[in-house]
């Protein structure tokens, strides 16, 4: 296969990612925070799904690959180069999807890191928090590795598999949130970044604050929805999701759970200041 053609195929594929690096570009280029954010949510969205169907990419490629062999057949060189990627795609075993998400997992916290540090003016977050990032796509690998080498799948998982997908789940939901509040300005970006830091949000004063300012900004209407009817949906959605057969939507359902709880938090904390302040 010639070079020239497999790169043609493979810029193909990654002209989404390639993008969402140019919008980045832009909007560092002329400060615009909103439009930062919003390459970075797209990327984000690309990867989620990425994580979401990497065995399912799999199968869709080994279908093609083995039903579709005459259609594979391009007369031209990046016909052929595309046929090349679904056929190294298509012969990668179930397992492999395990490390994929693993990879994907490791990518999401180093990217919506970049993202953050890009919004606040530089990388030197990203440089602050290595260590940290660097801790937890080691032990993403490690699981991804955990579940490979004894054959389970997404499908089939092992336990590694499960705290991997629940993990990751969750880590793209924040991200995604994250970013999609970085479309409204630093603000709201670093505000929603501190509020899904940790689950003790409320412990920390600045946190408090910042949330019940983001709060009032939003009116009692978007609090409400954002904070309340949005959060009850999605937990009683993921408390369905938990009767699920199929593995994965139950991993989907308590990372949302989590998710919808963590919102949750912010409603019960203004009705107790609500309720102290009427005694």
């Excluded at 670093?190 to 003790?200: C, K, N």
């Excluded at 009817?229 to 949302?256: E, H, V, Y």
Aim: hydrophobic share 55%.
């Amino acid at each position: 296969m010639k070079t020239k053609p497999l790169l043609s195929a493979i810029g193909l594929c990654l002209s989404p990612i390639l993008l969402c690096a140019l919008i980045t570009i832009i909007g560092l280029a002329i400060h615009s925070i909103p439009l930062i954010s919003g390459a970075g949510l797209a990327l984000f969205f690309i990867l989620f799904h990425l994580f979401a169907f990497a065995d399912r990419i799999i199968k869709f490629a080994e279908s093609i690959r083995s039903k579709h062999k005459d259609f594979l057949r391009g007369r031209t060189d990046v016909a052929k180069a595309f046929t090349g990627i679904i056929n190294t795609v298509g012969t990668l075993p179930l397992q492999a999807g395990i490390m994929i998400r693993a990879i994907l997992l490791s990518s999401s916290i180093w990217i919506v890191g970049l993202y953050e540090s890009l919004a606040e003016g530089g990388i030197h977050q990203t440089v602050d928090d290595w260590r940290f990032n660097l801790a937890q796509t080691m032990l993403s690998m490690s699981l991804g590795v955990i579940d490979s080498v004894r054959g389970k799948t997404i499908e089939r998982p092992g336990w590694a598999t499960r705290v991997l997908s629940i993990w990751g789940y969750f880590q793209f939901l924040r991200g995604l949130i994250i970013l999609f509040c970085g479309i409204q300005g630093r603000e709201a970006l670093f505000t929603m970044r501190d509020f899904l830091s940790h689950p003790l949000w409320f412990m920390d004063p600045w946190v408090r604050s910042d949330m019940l300012r983001f709060a009032v900004g939003m009116g009692l209407g978007g609090t409400a929805l954002v904070f309340l009817l949005l959060p009850i949906m999605g937990l009683t959605a993921g408390l369905r999701g938990l009767s699920s057969k199929i593995a994965d939507a139950q991993n989907f359902s308590i990372s949302m759970i989590v998710m919808s709880l963590w919102f949750l938090s912010l409603a019960v904390y203004e009705i107790y200041i609500i309720f102290n302040h009427t005694r």
